[in-house]
């Protein structure tokens, strides 16, 4: 006795056929429902879904080509596999057999033996199928929730990173209020021209953390040289120049995705080997520093200084361009105009600024 058993809903028109059929399987244990037509093998097949389906062919009103196509349009039940059962020899008629959707087709008279076997192996491979399916939905929804998860965390770590810097930046600035915002004003103005060069969000990402704490080197300089007005000495200057390099030598061995460390080294770089610390030329500096520097210069000419009153936009604006393709990358340069040509002015909140008297002394 097969100790498998199984739900089987037999379809044939010919009441002695299926008590047959029938009789002999459920002495093998399974569970056996007889219908004498399609309409009534469907609305059983769909009342509650069995395990296999014998099927004959030729039968009044509707064939079982017919039962079996409309089986295969029902998605709950288009899975149960459909074994044809019929005393038709044709090649033909096995074609269509498999065609209509039918996974097997066994010819009448058949061998007990025969059925039980082809009986057996489509509810054996059915089950390992759904097993399958069920393996597939649980596993997807488990990596559809990891999923999930992992973005949330990568929101969060973002935000963190984005408070770091941002904290990062206001320890210097809380040493030097008159640059308070100026490195936040940079990198808005050096994503403005990174924009208009089309550069990917990537790059402009890492640029504008990069701008955002270009200065965290002045750190190291002491609080009453930043904040003095007047003229500095060769030696105070001297010791300003040391900025970068310590901003450098602060973020190096940050792991970010960007070069972070190296955009803040080489901002005071010029293209033509005339800047500090290293007098880097051309290719040699990143384009983000390139960037960097257009945006720096630009910006500190727009704003006041301890040591002198704001020079303007405008006259930022000449000096970029009277340095472009010397100092300046000419590429940079020609964004950024663009940028104030078009009437973009990322700047605008330092040009509208009253001049306070403090400022005037
Ligand atoms: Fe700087």
Partial sequence: MNNHSGDIVIVDDNPNNLRVLGIMLQRFGYKIRPALNGETALKSIRTNPPDLVLLDIRMPDMDGYEVCRQLKLNPTIAEIPVIFVSALQDTEDKLMAFKSGGVDYITKPF???????????????????????????????????????????????????????????LTIEKRDPYTAGHQSRVSKLAVNIAREMNLTDDFIEGLRLGAMVHDIGKIYIPAEILNRSGQLTAIEFSLIKTHPQVGYDIMKDVAFPWSVAEMIYQHHERLDGSGYPRGLKGDEILLEARILTV???????????????????????????????????????????????????????????????????
């Fill in 111 to 169: 061998q007990l033996e025969e059925v039980l076997a082809r009986v057996d192996t489509h509810i054996r491979l059915h089950q390992i199928q759904r097993d399958l399916q069920r393996l597939v939905d649980e596993r997807t929804h488990a990596l559809t929730v990891s999923l999930f998860t992992l973005n949330e965390n990568q929101k969060r770590y973002s935000h963190i990173l984005e408070q770091t810097i941002q904290a990062l930046a």
């Fill in 295 to 361: 945006a720096d210069v630009l910006e500190a000419m727009a704003s006041h200084r301890p040591y002198r009153l704001a020079v303007g936009i405008e006259k930022g604006l000449e000096e970029i361009q009277r340095g472009a393709g010397s100092c300046y990358d000419a590429a940079v340069v020609a964004a950024c105009l663009r940028l104030f040509e078009n009437g973009e002015n990322p700047l605008a909140e330092i040009i509208d600024e009253p001049m306070s008297n403090e400022l005037l002394l």
